[in-house]
């Protein structure tokens, strides 16, 4: 039977009305949109992007007259809120082509994403483009991916690495393990660091001249913790007159013709012989590791630049011989990497640790997010606690009224009254203690990771933000950070800032598809996305926000240390941070130095600002660094009828649970070093970045320490948040000279002085593995 007119005709027009909504809002000035034509619509490299990671968006257009162009970027938020993104305004004073550029961040796979093409001063909408996966009607191409798939990009063409060509990424498999894709015009390069961050690794062969401006962007991302590799071999005059000779720690004294080449091939790991002569360019460095080398001197080095790498090949991989090589696609992908695993490994390892996690927990990232959800004054009951309760409430309303009234009391009509007297009081219990428990207060968690590169001055600033809302509403928010320094108070600046995601396809995950996700209320950033506006939060509910900055400041720490292969430190260092660095490791090599700590005599084990500090002191030990790491103890069990026992070595577990933001973020700093995966039984894809044991690889030091200073402000609407459980963790990547000789200290011949040494408390040494690890 049909419904009447009468009940069809109002539902009719509600949904006219939401249709009418949903429009987007064109005013008159959209109709002259044919003033400006868009002729190309990028996003990420070549069509690919990976979630959770700034991707650049690059509109190139065509104006027929003067305007003001902005444009706006609308994604999926990991919870499924829409965000909006706006560029800044770019101003077109005469007809012409012009480049129009910002960034956005997706927060799920097959994430729906719209472009808004504005006139910047009346906002009116002059074009709209959408993407929406494996749709027929996309009218740009668009792929998100995880962050444990490497992402590589070569600028220009390059032998030995297949690129994704963007018009066949409707029909490119999703689950492979790295993609590679081609920049072919530069003008698409972008012109900020963040652009960059959805790349693992960008490679370029005789392309050099690559302008100022997208040259200070790689430069600065690169300083930040990207990777670049490099190839110069016979096109050495291109290659110096450009800027990346100005910064690429790697010196060129000249070009050779190498016949030899066996190194190379060992280091691609195939049996196929490189036949010919190569004209390779003759390089020197004063840090970083020698992958391959010939009778000339080393043809293929990996050198660090501030917290990040440059991996520099002395010949062309685009001329003969390399270009003709049957081992060339063996070769590139182990240049692209900058790990020790291979790309199928790393993959499986994330895979893994989903698979057998049954807590949700697959990365220390996920482990660092769940510690800070801690906030003081907000006792919420586990879920245990809540299944039990519930279990009672059942019983107490069924079976024990049942006993009570139809046993005992013999009275079956009095269950209208004790039933939902019963209702009433549970509830009214409910409300009380939810309200006792949850608080009324808004509460936050406040964390700061700061690295910094004591040769070339690059800081680098992680800030994890989480809210706690007693009301449902929304809030404008602010990141002000500054510099730690002793020298002079440091001005604060804006901080980039966008949601946390989970890398994880568990609920509120980045890796669960944005199939059926609720759409949520929308909120938005400003321009360079240094503020949120209208910020949704529930009552009682949290949100996770993470800030990051980059900044400069030379010597902050100024060191005089000296190394040798076996790890062993001497020499002394002064740093002129904010104050004392407290709860310090120093790692090098395969050593780690420590503080011994008296608990009535805390400063003694400090790092104090402005004063110079002796690595050989006598309240430091060293030991090495995976036993320290992993809680290694080795006891010797007599075996019957022999003379030596068995030496068994125990790990302490290692605890996906802690919340213990100082070790996990400790162990996130040297989680190779640790044994990885194999240790912790978690990933450190997602924030690989932050693993600092690829320093050590290349013969620097890396200093890991508390310091008491909070760096960064919160502003929420008009209110500044306390700043008093803020912690601040800083890490410095120090410079080592190294030295061949072995450091032993032979004794005296003076036996006063050697009386003296004994007396004072020595520096112990302990070797791997010992009962003391």
């Known amino acids: 039977m049909k419904s009447p007119l009468v009940f069809r005709t109002p539902l009719i027009s509600m949904l006219l009305l939401l249709l009418f909504w949903a429009q987007p809002s064109l005013s008159p000035a959209a109709e002259q949109s044919g003033a400006v034509e868009v002729e190309q619509v990028q996003v990420g490299f070549g069509g690919i992007y990976k979630v959770g990671r700034w991707v650049p968006v690059t509109l190139k257009v065509t104006t027929k007259e003067a305007t003001s162009l902005q444009f706006t970027v609308t994604a999926l938020s990991p919870d499924g809120n829409p965000t909006e993104v706006p560029s800044q305004a770019f101003e077109c004073p005469q007809p012409g082509e012009y480049q129009l550029r910002s960034l956005f961040k997706a927060g799920l796979l097959d994430c729906p994403l719209r472009i808004r093409l504005k006139e910047a001063k009346s906002q009116a909408v002059l074009q709209e483009f959408a993407y929406t996966p494996r749709s027929a009607q996309n009218q740009f191409a668009g792929m998100g991916i995880k962050q444990s798939v490497e992402l590589w990009a070569t600028i220009g063409e390059v032998a030995g690495y297949d690129t994704i060509p963007e018009t066949e990424l409707e029909t490119l498999d999703p689950n492979l393990d790295q993609y590679s894709v081609q920049i072919s015009d530069q003008a698409l390069l972008p012109e900020d660091a963040y652009g960059y961050d959805t790349l693992d690794t960008l490679i370029v062969d005789s392309d050099y ?26 096109d050495q005059e291109a290659y110096q007159q450009s800027d990346f000779a100005k910064w690429i720690p790697v010196k060129i004294l000249g070009t050779s013709r190498v016949r030899e080449l ?6 691609a790991t195939v049996r196929s ?19 391959a080398t010939s009778l000339d001197g080393p043809l293929l080095v990996r050198v660090p630049f501030g917290l990040g790498v440059v991996t520099f090949l002395a010949l062309d991989l685009n001329t003969s011989p390399l270009s003709g090589w049957d081992g060339l696609e063996n070769l590139c992908p182990k240049l692209a990497l900058r790990g020790n695993q291979v790309t199928a490994t790393r993959s499986k390892n994330a895979e893994l640790g989903k698979r057998i996690s049954q807590t949700g927990i697959s990365e220390l990232e996920t482990q660092m997010f769940h510690s800070q959800q801690n906030f003081l004054g907000v006792k919420r009951a586990s879920h245990w606690w809540v299944m039990g309760l519930i279990l009672v409430y059942l019983l107490i309303i069924g079976p024990l009224d049942y006993l009570v009234v139809h046993r005992i009391l013999k009275k079956p009509h009095i269950t209208w009254f004790t039933f939902p007297t019963m209702v009433l009081l549970a509830a009214g219990w409910g409300v009380l203690t939810a309200q006792q428990n949850n608080g009324s207060q808004l509460h936050s968690t406040q964390l700061n990771l700061t690295d910094y590169d004591a040769t070339t001055g690059q800081l680098r600033g992680r800030f994890y933000l989480n809210l706690y809302s007693p009301e449902t509403r929304r809030y404008q928010v602010q990141v002000m950070s500054q510099i730690p320094t002793t020298t002079a ?3 604060k600046f804006p901080t980039h800032l966008c949601w946390n995601g989970l890398p994880e396809t568990t609920f509120a995950g980045m890796y669960r598809s944005a199939e059926g996700t609720i759409t949520g209320p929308t909120y938005a950033f400003t321009p360079d996305s240094t503020e949120i506006k209208n910020l949704p939060l529930l009552k009682w509910g949290t949100k ?26 001497s020499g002394d260092l002064t740093q002129h941070f904010s104050g004392p660095l407290k709860d310090w490791v120093l790692a090098y090599g395969n050593r780690i130095y420590l503080p011994l700590v008296n608990p009535e005599q805390l400063e003694d084990s400090y790092i104090p600002a402005d004063q110079v ?7 430091v030990e060293s030991r090495n660094i995976k036993g320290y790491l992993t809680g290694s103890v080795s006891r010797r069990i007599a075996a019957r009828g022999a003379n030596a026992g068995n030496v068994v070595t125990e790990q302490t577990e290692y605890d996906a649970f802690s919340k213990n933001a100082y070790q996990i973020l400790k162990i996130l700093t040297f989680h190779e070093s640790s044994g990885g995966f194999g240790y912790t039984g978690l990933s450190n ?20 320490s508390r310091l008491d200073q909070p760096l960064s402000q919160v502003k929420l609407d008009d209110t500044e948040l306390p700043q008093d459980q803020q912690d601040t963790y800083l890490r410095v990547v120090i410079p080592v000279k190294r030295s061949r000789e072995i450091q032993y200290e032979l004794p005296s011949l003076d036996e006063k002085e050697n009386k003296e040494k004994e007396e004072l408390p020595q520096q112990q040494d302990t070797p791997t593995g010992s009962d003391q690890e």
């Open 209 to 234: 001249n690559v302008d100022g401006v997208k040259n200070r962007a790689i430069r600065d991302w690169v300083a930040s913790g990207g990777h670049l590799v490099i190839c110069v071999g016979t």
């Open 544 to 569: 996770s926000l993470l800030g990051d900055w980059s900044q400069q400041q030379p010597e902050l720490l100024t060191s005089n240390l000296t190394g040798n292969s076996l790890g062993q430190l």
């Open 613 to 619: 500090w002796d690595i050989n002191g006598p309240l």
């Open 273 to 291: 012989r490189i036949r010919g002569v190569a004209t390779a360019s003759r390089i020197q460095i004063d840090a970083g590791e020698v992958l």
């Open 489 to 491: 108070q440091s001005d």
């Open 685 to 704: 894809i997602a924030a690989e970045q932050l693993d600092l044991t690829e320093q050590l690889r290349l013969g620097r030091a890396v200093l890991f």
């Open 262 to 267: 066996s190194s190379l091939e060992l280091y």
